[in-house]
């Protein structure tokens, strides 16, 4: 699969699924533009795909929860390329906590602003330019969109709100040549998970709890992003890929309680 002359936003691309990701979209010779809040992350991400790639990424350091920083990567990233071919929305967030918690409805908005506006407010600004390219959208969903965990409802409820919105805005601009799909992973071995207090020595001596005894790797979900985005997948639009070793086979809720120890 090249990437050759395509232009892809990854955002949330200093860790995780989106360093990942943007690695392997570099490596398939794509200009990238990488966002996130670690200034420090990104650049050494930078420095891996303009290796890898042999051009160098932009870099616009953002919190895409703010829409007027959110709209400048889309702004920023077509005036210093061109064009947009590729939106990855990968910025997310999580947190443990629940209904009759006393801040709850403060994580609330803080993870709705998150994992879906921020991703909302995005996509409203690139589609101009996707519908020019006859791009695509991969929004980066999650098995608890598709079941419910009591400990992290709030982030629960963001997913299924991103994966109803991605088909809605994927039926109206098909006409239009642009496909909207969203990548549901399950457990990945993440540092997103320091800051809900889980370490990586709490899930390794409980990753035989899932079906297939191992947790994912951010390649992984990559690898699969890299087939999405592609033009071998032409046909597939308004659809959610589940890649979870099997954790959706047992829920959610079944997750949390036994690998991350939630209560």
Known sequence: MSYEGKVVIVTGSSAGIGAAAAKLFAQEGAKLTLTGRDVERLRQVESECERLSGVRPLVIAADVCADDAARAVVDGTAEHFGRIDV?????????ITNILAPDYLVEYDRIMATNLRAAVVITHAALPHLVKTKGNIINVSSMGGMSPAAGIGHYCTSKAALDQFSRCVA?????????????????VRLNIFRSICLSNEQRQANE??????????PEEVGNLMLYLASD??????????????????????????????SN
């Open 171 to 187: 039926l109206k601009v098909a006409p239009k040549g642009v496909r909207i799909n969203t990548i549901n992973p399950g457990p």
């Open 87 to 95: 939106l990855v929305n990968n910025a997310g967030t999580s947190s």
């Open 208 to 217: 035989k709890h899932l079906p297939s005894e191992f947790i994912l790797e």
């Open 232 to 261: 071998k997948a032409r046909s597939i639009t308004g659809s959610s890929f589940v890649i979870d070793v099997g954790a959706l086979l047992i829920g959610a809720n079944t997750v949390m309680k036994t690998i991350w120890k």
